[in-house]
């Protein structure tokens, strides 16, 4: 299985970005799929999940309001799309699997400037 993330650039706060991964590889529609964020000096953690029918979605506190994640199992495809961006957002955004049992892609940059 491979993930790759795109999507990620310098922004200022208040605007939105969409994030996207693709997975290629495995029965993508057969994984619950969410993203996780690192920021500078701090571990990585999951902010958001989907389960593989497109229900039971999670959202950290820290993004929930703000962002909204959805899949596309047709294109292999997850997806993060992120309003009202704060700079406490920036991080590298990365997939996979709740349980983290895929291999780690090199994730997507986003930086939000104040």
């Known amino acids: 299985v491979q993930l790759v993330e795109s999507g990620g650039r310098l922004v200022q706060a208040g605007v939105s970005l969409r994030l996207s991964c693709a997975v290629s590889?495995?029965?993508?529609?057969?994984?619950?799929m969410s993203w996780f964020r690192q920021a500078p000096g701090k571990e990585r953690e999951l902010i958001a999940n989907?389960?593989?029918?497109?229900?039971?979605?999670y959202y950290a506190d820290s993004v929930k309001g703000r962002f909204t994640i959805s899949r596309d199992n047709a294109k292999n495809t997850l997806y993060l799309q992120m309003n009202v961006l704060k700079p406490e957002d920036t991080a590298v955004y990365y997939c996979?699997?709740?349980?983290?049992?895929?291999?780690w892609g090199q994730g997507t940059q986003v930086t939000v400037s104040s």
């Open positions: 996979n699997s709740p349980t983290e049992v895929l291999p």
């Open positions: 590889g495995g029965a993508f529609e057969s994984y619950s």
């Open positions: 989907i389960k593989w029918g497109g229900g039971s979605i």
